[in-house]
């Protein structure tokens, strides 16, 4: 039942971080050795989209934070789930019954569900523990239902929804949302408002742009932002250097990232680094507001004094 995968011509991992991150740098964050969970990520990420496998991408995200973590063992579990759906289909394969199967298997028999007691939880974000635990965010609930419902040949695709990480059964003749966190909630395309609502207060009106589709990498960078901004939360500055060097890998010339890896690098005292990294950032954002202030910034850490940063990592 596992899809097949085709490896494209092979492309070095280095090869898409150019611009955001200085040359020096670039080894440090697809670490060595070749089986390092970071080189991985990179030869994942240098399918095209078609190929990429986003489970494997987000398990390799998980195991840099549990480095025995056996990646195929989970793509299996996923399997499983897939072919307990399929047995109990016997052989029924209308898309909206398969649909309703899935939901049922995930959220009646194996008890999966939003946490909304521990939501910024970092084990929320990894696919390993929400297998395990049952027990995720929107977008890591929304990977599960996506993966099992491709190995069923279902039409689904992530939407990168507002605060809300939602999937979308986009079948001829009818277009779904399902909502992973509540239950697997469905709801029409029309009704997205009430969602929206619910996130927002009711103060933000609908637009077509929040029922994107989102590709796969951009679910990687909405997994790694959400780790970012948990890990700078609780001032963990090793974690959340990590899952900036992470996003750089996806998006080698994003300047929030190149700024907040310098910043993160400085606090955490590697000042030769942090210069260089805050200049490559000005060179992606010759005209940025806050030029001035890092000038000064790579002046100080020039100098081997300690910077008193103004605490955003963006």
Do not use: C
């Not at 992973?180 to 009106?205: H, S, T």
Request: charged share 30%; aromatic share 6%.
């Amino acid at each position: 039942m596992r899809r097949v995968r085709v490896s494209p011509p092979h492309v070095e991992p280095n090869a898409s971080k150019t611009i955001g991150v200085p040359s020096s740098d670039r080894d440090r964050i697809v670490s060595q050795p070749q089986q390092s969970s970071r080189y991985r990520l990179a030869e994942e990420l240098s399918r095209s989209e078609a190929e990429m496998d986003v489970a494997r991408a987000f398990l390799f995200v998980a195991q840099e934070e549990y480095p025995q973590l056996s990646v195929d063992l989970y793509l299996a579990r996923l399997d499983q789930v897939a072919e307990e759906v399929k047995d109990r289909l016997a052989n029924e394969t209308a898309p909206l019954v398969v649909l309703d199967e899935v939901i049922r298997t995930l959220y009646g028999r194996r008890k999966f569900s939003g946490n909304r007691a521990a939501y910024s939880d970092p084990r929320n974000s990894f696919l390993n523990d929400v297998l395990d635990r049952g027990l995720g965010i929107p977008l890591t609930l929304g990977i599960v239902i996506l993966e099992i419902g491709w190995r069923l040949g279902l039409p689904l695709e992530g939407v990168n929804f507002p605060g809300h990480f939602l999937v979308r059964f986009a079948g001829s003749e009818v277009r779904l949302l399902i909502d992973p966190f509540n239950a697997g909630k469905i709801r029409f395309e029309d009704e997205a408002q009430e969602l929206l609502d619910q996130v927002y207060g009711g103060v933000v009106p609908m637009q077509n742009s929040f029922l994107r589709v989102a590709s796969k990498r951009e679910m990687l960078v909405r997994l790694l932002t959400n780790l970012k901004g948990i890990y700078s939360k609780i001032g963990d500055d090793r974690r959340t250097l990590a899952a900036v060097e992470r996003l750089l890998m996806v998006s080698p010339t994003a300047p929030i990232e190149s700024r907040s890896r310098g910043v993160l690098l400085a606090r955490l005292g590697r000042h030769e680094e942090a210069a260089l990294q805050l200049e490559a950032y000005l060179r992606v954002s010759p005209s940025a507001d806050d030029k001035l202030h890092v000038l000064e910034m790579v002046k100080e850490l020039r100098a081997g004094r300690r910077v008193e940063e103004d605490g955003g990592v963006g």
